[in-house]
Every structure is written in structure tokens, then in C-alpha cells.
């Protein structure tokens, strides 16, 4: 199974593309699911062999917290607390990207082929995705699983220490939010996952593009195909439209040059609607990915150069000047900066015994030194190298 995230900056058509992108699959004869909250508006009339999968941000918030509400219903009596009904409630923000990705880990669960995923704009598409990871740290930081094995020494240990000890329900919930997080994160990171950027071409595209691809990088996430929506055709009569294409192809040339081969669609005349537009953008059902697109797939440590041996471990960020990068090592943590970006990766078990020796930028790679600590390593071993 493949699944394609489709995002890009704000109005450059994100949704059309995604739509097309599944209708061309599905006409091609594989099961493929548009996973899409705005698709409708462009498809019309859902197609045969086609599923759509909306994601429903008001229902899922109203199901998830009238549960967590029976969950906690004896300490909320114990409160005097009035309970919610569900006609009451109404979203909070933020409930729409947890939708979205509830929405995205049913997709992939649902037996397809391919999965297509219409994403927020960028910079919002590469939080969404980076979500998952970033609260599992949380709830492991907050509530340490290692501590809900103690749950019989609990009432000792709250005479002991002084203070109430979380509830069992509370580390309950932990646990049910951890394992759906984990299956989100899973299909993120799966190795078939891959994102397709959608831009119109020039100057603004370019800076949106060049700083989301540091974002995608930094959070280990490929780009297997860049678009190019609403193309102008070149030599029209009117001078204004021949002004507003050649700026176009003008910006063609650049997305090219940095990224390889660009797939452009032209420019109907009007938005797409309906499967007879989608179709007349000519997408293709695979269009081949472009090698220079895609970062290494996975960060890796080097093997020491013998005992006592600097090990480097490789993290890639392809097109990161010096300027955009951060970096600072706390405890067993490395916190990366990418721009407007930042990352808490955990530091395998053979870096956590090596100090930080030094860090360098090479051919889109950051490339981070560690030197063995003499303290912890037996003189003349050889560290062990596990790839994070």
C-alpha cells in the first residue's frame, strides 16, 4: 500500500491535485481512498471505484471527550462537576488535525491500494505530521509507563510521599492515547509514505517550497513529486496573459533547477470541477519519482574508526544553509534546529555515552560527531553502532 500526502502553500490547489491523483488510480483500476474534508466541491458526484473518507472534526471531538468524561465521571462527582451532553458541545481548535489524522490512520487501515491525504497549506501540513511524535514524548515525559507497574504500591506510596498518586484511569487514557498515536505515527513513517508537493510557479512558491522541504527533511519525510498547478501556455496574443506565462515558465525553470524534474498541469480556464476536469489535467496514475527529490531515508551513524573511535551519525537536510541550523544536546536528547523548524530526536543508546565533539555541514547532510566518553566505555572498546 502507498500513501501520498498531498500539501503546498495556501490556494495553490492542493485539494484538485489530491482529487486528481486518486481519480487517475482509481481509473487506472486500483482501490485507492481520498482521504479530503474539501473534495466534494471538486468531485462532484463521487465516481465508481473511487472511496472518499471525510474527516468529521466536530463528531470525533464530541465522541472523544464525552468518553474521557465517563472516564473520569467519579472524581468529576467528587467535584460536584456538572457533566456535558453531546448537543452542547462544539469543537475546540485543533480538533480538525486530529480528525485529519484519525482520519488518515483509518485509510490505511482500510485495505486499499493507495491512500491520498489532502493536507493543510505548508508550514501547517509539516506540524500536523511532526504531531503524533512530538505528544507521544509528552505523555512518556508526563506519565512514564514504568510508573503504572507500581499501581499496587500506589496508596503506600501516596502515604509515603505525602501526595495523591495519578489514577489508574488517567494512566488508562495515557495508554489508549499513546497506542492510537503510535499507529498514526506508523503510517507517517511507514517506508511507502511519501508527500507530494503542489505550487504555482514563481518567486513566492520557490521561498515557500525551498523552507518546507527543510521542514519535511528534518522530520524524516520524502518527496517523491513536485507539481506544478495552473500553468499558463506559453506565445498567447494577449500581452498581459504572454507577461503573467513567461514569469510562469520563468519560475518552471527554477523549480527545476533546484528540485529535478517538475510535473506541470495547465490552467483550464476555470477551477476544475467534476471527473471530465480532473481528467483533463493529465495527471498521471504514478508519475516515476525523481531520485534528487527524495533525502536519505533515514538518519545513520557511521562506524568509529577503530577503538576510542569518533562515530558521526548523518541526519540530512537537504538545501539547509549553515545559518538555518540549531543544534544543543540535553541529556540523552539532541535538539535539531531546521529554520523555522525544530526537532527533539533521542540520542541511541551508544550516543548516550559520547559527548558531542563537533558538528559540520556537507552536501545537504549535518553531520554530528561523537567521542566515545572514557568514563563510560571500557578502555580500548569499540562502541557498538545501532542506526537511531
Same mark, same amino acid.
Given at each position: 500500500m502507498r500513501i501520498i500526502l498531498v500539501t503546498g502553500p495556501g490556494g495553490a490547489g492542493r485539494t484538485t491535485v489530491a482529487a486528481a491523483t486518486a481519480l487517475a488510480a482509481a481509473r487506472a483500476g486500483r482501490r485507492v481512498v481520498l482521504v479530503s474534508a474539501e473534495a466534494d466541491a471538486v468531485l462532484g458526484d463521487v465516481p465508481e471505484g473511487l472511496d472518499v473518507l471525510r474527516p468529521d472534526a466536530g463528531g470525533d471531538f464530541r465522541r472523544e471527550f464525552l468518553a474521557l468524561q465517563e472516564r473520569s465521571a467519579a472524581a468529576l462527582d467528587l467535584l460536584g462537576a456538572a457533566p456535558?451532553?453531546?448537543?452542547?458541545?462544539?469543537?475546540?481548535?485543533?480538533?480538525?488535525?486530529?480528525?485529519?489524522?484519525?482520519?488518515?490512520?483509518?485509510?490505511?487501515?482500510? =485495505?486499499h491500494e493507495l491512500v491520498v491525504a489532502d493536507?493543510?497549506?505548508?508550514?501547517?501540513?509539516?506540524?500536523?505530521?511532526?504531531?503524533?511524535?512530538?505528544?507521544?514524548?509528552?505523555?512518556?515525559?508526563?506519565?512514564?509507563?514504568?510508573?503504572?507497574?507500581?499501581?499496587?504500591?500506589?496508596?503506600?506510596?501516596?502515604?509515603?510521599?505525602?501526595?495523591?498518586?495519578p489514577a489508574q484511569w488517567l494512566y488508562e487514557t495515557a495508554a489508549r492515547w499513546e497506542a492510537e498515536l503510535a499507529a498514526v505515527q506508523d503510517v507517517v513513517d511507514a517506508p511507502d509514505t511519501a508527500v507530494r508537493l503542489v505550487a504555482e510557479p514563481g518567486p513566492a512558491a520557490a521561498d515557500a517550497l525551498r523552507t518546507a522541504r527543510l521542514g519535511l527533511a528534518l522530520h524524516g519525510l520524502r518527496v517523491e513529486r513536485l507539481v506544478a498547478n495552473r500553468v499558463l501556455p506559453a506565445g498567447s496574443p494577449d500581452p498581459w496573459l504572454a507577461a503573467w506565462a513567461e514569469r510562469q515558465h520563468a519560475g518552471l525553470d527554477e523549480l527545476r533547477a533546484a528540485y529535478g524534474s517538475v510535473h506541470p498541469l495547465p490552467h483550464l480556464g476555470r477551477e476544475p470541477r467534476g471527473p471530465e476536469d480532473l481528467a483533463a489535467l493529465g495527471l498521471p496514475d504514478e508519475p516515476a519519482a525523481d531520485?534528487?527529490?527524495?533525502?536519505?531515508?533515514?538518519?545513520?551513524?557511521?562506524?568509529?574508526? =577503530?577503538?576510542?573511535?569518533?562515530?558521526?551519525?548523518?541526519?540530512?537536510?537537504?538545501?539547509?544553509?549553515?545559518?538555518?541550523?540549531?543544534?544543543?544536546?540535553?541529556?540523552?536528547?539532541?535538539?535539531? =534546529?531546521?529554520?523555522?523548524?525544530?526537532?527533539?530526536?533521542?540520542?541511541?543508546?551508544?550516543?548516550?555515552?559520547?559527548?558531542?565533539?563537533?558538528?559540520?555541514?556537507?552536501?545537504?547532510?549535518?553531520?554530528?560527531?561523537?567521542?566515545?566518553?572514557?568514563?563510560?566505555?571500557?578502555?580500548?572498546?569499540?562502541?557498538?553502532?545501532?542506526?537511531?
Open positions: 456535558f451532553e453531546d448537543a452542547e458541545l462544539t469543537e475546540l481548535p485543533g480538533s480538525t488535525e486530529f480528525a485529519l489524522l484519525r482520519a488518515l490512520r483509518d485509510a490505511a487501515a482500510g =485495505g493536507l493543510p497549506p505548508l508550514p501547517e501540513a509539516i506540524a500536523l505530521l511532526a504531531l503524533p511524535e512530538q505528544l507521544r514524548r509528552y505523555l512518556r515525559r508526563l506519565l512514564p509507563p514504568e510508573r503504572q507497574a507500581a499501581r499496587a504500591l500506589r496508596p503506600m506510596l501516596a502515604q509515603l510521599a505525602g501526595v495523591p498518586m531520485p534528487r527529490l527524495l533525502p536519505a531515508p533515514r538518519s545513520a551513524v557511521d562506524e568509529p574508526d =577503530g577503538p576510542g573511535g569518533v562515530l558521526t551519525w548523518r541526519l540530512p537536510v537537504p538545501g539547509a544553509a549553515k545559518q538555518d541550523l540549531a543544534l544543543v544536546r540535553r541529556g540523552d536528547e539532541l535538539l535539531l =534546529g531546521v529554520g523555522p523548524f525544530r526537532r527533539v530526536l533521542p540520542l541511541a543508546p551508544v550516543l548516550r555515552r559520547c559527548t558531542v565533539s563537533g558538528a559540520a555541514l556537507v552536501d545537504g547532510e549535518l553531520r554530528i560527531r561523537f567521542t566515545p566518553d572514557p568514563e563510560l566505555w571500557p578502555k580500548g572498546a569499540v562502541p557498538p553502532v545501532r542506526t537511531p
